[in-house]
């Protein structure tokens, strides 16, 4: 009996442990679940979180690189419109003390260009037809040494030694060169060489040293003179001016052609380097009466070069002659010899012309050209009419309607002036606005 009631006690013993053991188990799944939801739950937030975050990285890349794109866009945009830029050696002075750097300057650029040279030409030279050593053919000699030259693939005058303190240089031959020949408005150009050497300039003086010696007794010659350097120009009573991105102690060791264009105005006076005003004088304070050049220079080191001289008496304003004539000449749009490309120099007579028509939108021309004797009639046909074509090309790439423009070549046909002098050539040489 006593061994049936221990086997009855150890199997409810066993009941009871595997009802407990049961209870346990059952306790430890339910946490054992419950740890495993949160783990789930935790790594799911997580998983969201993580994919959120990515989706936020991806979406601030994306703004990222467009911002990053538009800037380059942007950039380019504004690297397409800004100034073209090159390098140049450029000598620095400071505190006495010298240095050497390669720099980027302004490359030259004509839209603002707004020197218009005089239509009636009274003095021009190209040296065609010159000789080498010889003195040049249509210019005097006050003092120094000058010859014909072909240097830098054209025909030059070769500043071989020049005083230029006191009176020197050379001054062109005319007529009536005792006189005034300088009328109220006038304007001159010529392209002057300049060498490594800063230092180097050419003098003007607004006054004939060789024949108008005592012309001007209470403004004499001496005190008439404008220097022209490689990027400033200076003169009587007025301090340096210079070209834009120089200033003083900073000089540019480049060889280089610069085109120089004055113009006078009765009393205002203004000096172009290239595609820039360098000097704007309201009042100069004499009248100029003529003219002579020279390089201050020493036999063998530093010589200077000048080609392309025009002397031409001031026009009145085009846009009046229209309202007059019907029709304005110019020979300030020039070309290459022998070629319809228009030069730098003429870009502010075309500038001149688009600022007319976008302020007359009533305007319409016929672009009509003109060339001297030179060369056989139907060349000069052609070239009349390739540049007509040029410049009226040139008027559209800069907003003028092409519905406003027609353009003819006249070639040799219709002269203004005799083809047996240069000026009278040069004249010829022109480029005529005719109201439509």
């Known amino acids: 009996m006593k061994s049936i009631k221990l086997i009855f006690f150890v199997l409810f013993a066993c009941v009871l ?31 969201v979180e993580n994919t959120v975050n990515a ?22 945009s504004s690297k397409s419109k800004s100034t073209t830029t090159k390098k ?20 030259l650029t004509w839209a603002k260009y707004d020197f218009v040279p005089g239509s009636e030409i009274i ?17 005097d000699l006050v003092q120094g040494n000058f010859e014909n030259a072909s240097f830098d693939g054209s025909n030059v005058i070769y500043h071989i030694k020049c005083n230029m303190n006191g009176g020197g240089g050379i001054v062109p031959m005319l007529k009536n060169a005792k006189a005034d020949y300088l009328p109220e408005e006038f304007t001159i150009e010529f392209d002057a060489y300049f060498t490594e ?28 003179w404008i ?9 009587e009573n007025f301090e340096t001016n210079y070209y834009p991105g120089y200033k003083s102690g900073v000089y540019d060791k480049t060889p280089k052609w610069r085109h120089v264009a004055i113009s006078f105005n009765k009393r205002a006076l203004k000096v172009y380097l290239d595609d ?10 004499y009248n100029p009466t003529g003219f002579s050049i020279g390089k201050q220079s020493v036999e063998g080191k530093d010589p200077g070069y000048t080609k392309n001289f025009r002397i031409a008496k001031g026009a009145v304003p085009l846009y009046d002659k229209i309202l007059s004539d019907g029709k304005f000449v110019t020979t300030g749009i020039q070309f290459d010899v022998n070629k319809a490309t228009i030069k730098s120099e003429s870009a502010g007579t075309i500038n001149y012309v688009v600022k007319m028509m976008q302020d007359h939108p009533e305007l319409k021309f016929s672009v009509e050209g003109h060339t001297d004797s030179d060369g056989d ?36 046909t219709k002269p203004m002036a005799g083809n047996d002098t240069p000026e009278g050539k040069a004249q010829n040489r022109r480029v005529e606005f005719v109201k439509q």
């Not at 979406?59 to 800037?71: I, L, Q, V, Y």
């Open 17 to 47: 442990a595997t009802s407990a053991q049961g209870q346990f188990l059952e306790k430890v799944a339910k946490k054992a679940q419950k740890k495993a939801e949160q783990v789930v739950e935790s790594r799911t937030v997580k998983k």
């Open 55 to 76: 989706v936020l990285d991806k979406a601030e890349e994306g703004a990222s690189d467009a911002t990053t794109s538009d800037d380059k866009k942007n950039s380019q």
């Open 88 to 107: 140049e050696n450029v000598l620095t002075v400071e505190n006495g003390k010298t240095s050497q750097q390669e720099t980027e300057k302004p490359a």
């Open 123 to 139: 003095f021009e030279d190209n040296l065609a037809g010159e000789q080498n050593g010889e003195f040049p053919g249509k210019w």
């Open 197 to 224: 050497n800063h230092g180097g300039n050419y003098v003007i003086y607004f006054g004939d040293y060789k024949n108008q010696a005592k012309l001007d007794k209470e403004y004499p010659i001496g005190k008439k």
């Open 227 to 235: 220097r022209i350097a490689k990027n400033s120009v200076e003169g």
């Open 276 to 285: 820039a005003r360098v000097l704007n004088i309201p009042n100069l304070g």
């Open 377 to 412: 009639n139907a060349s000069n046909q052609t070239l009349s009419q390739k540049r007509a074509e040029a410049v009226k090309n040139a008027l559209v790439k800069q907003g003028i309607g092409a519905e406003r423009l027609t353009s003819k070549g006249w070639g040799e």
